[in-house]
Nanobody, 128 residues
Framework: QVQLVESGGGLVQAGGSLRISCAAS????????MGWFRQAPGKEREFVAA????????YYADSVKGRFTISRDNAKNTLYLQINSLKPEDTARYYC?????????????????????WGQGTQVTASS
């Protein structure tokens, strides 16, 4: 099993940047593709970005492509999401998630039901 704890969220002026992190417990972190999802009040959860278990593949939602960067440090059991050019519509609670399959081949999935382990989330708010 993997336990996930997000951090780094906060209130940032629109146009600004921040980096959120997801710390994973256990030795299995490096076996899993990882994803970031977000959910705004009154809206469904949506995919943001994902990275393969070895970091070879990344995948982004169109709405964040070019502004967000997902990365991972398997030695530190940590997943990151660098957020640049923050927009008011990026305001949401951001969740990291670990794939249900070890060493998934190819690009990571954007489907939430492919992820088995979830953190509690960190709030990111863009102020206008």
């Amino acid at each position: 099993q993997v336990q996930l704890v997000e951090s780094g969220g906060g209130l940032v002026q629109a146009g600004g940047s921040l980096r959120i992190s997801c710390a994973a417990s256990g030795r299995a972190f490096s076996r899993y593709a990882m994803g970031w999802f977000r959910q705004a009040p009154g809206k469904e959860r949506e995919f943001v970005a994902a990275i393969s278990w070895n970091g070879r593949y990344t995948y982004y939602a169109d709405s964040v492509k070019g502004r967000f960067t997902i990365s991972r440090d398997n030695a530190k059991n940590t997943l990151y999401l660098q957020i640049n050019s923050l927009k008011p519509e990026d305001t949401a609670r951001y969740y990291c998630a670990a794939d249900s399959t070890w060493y998934r081949e190819g690009p990571p999935s954007s489907a939430g039901n492919e992820y088995e382990y979830w953190g509690q989330g960190t709030q990111v708010t863009a102020s206008s």
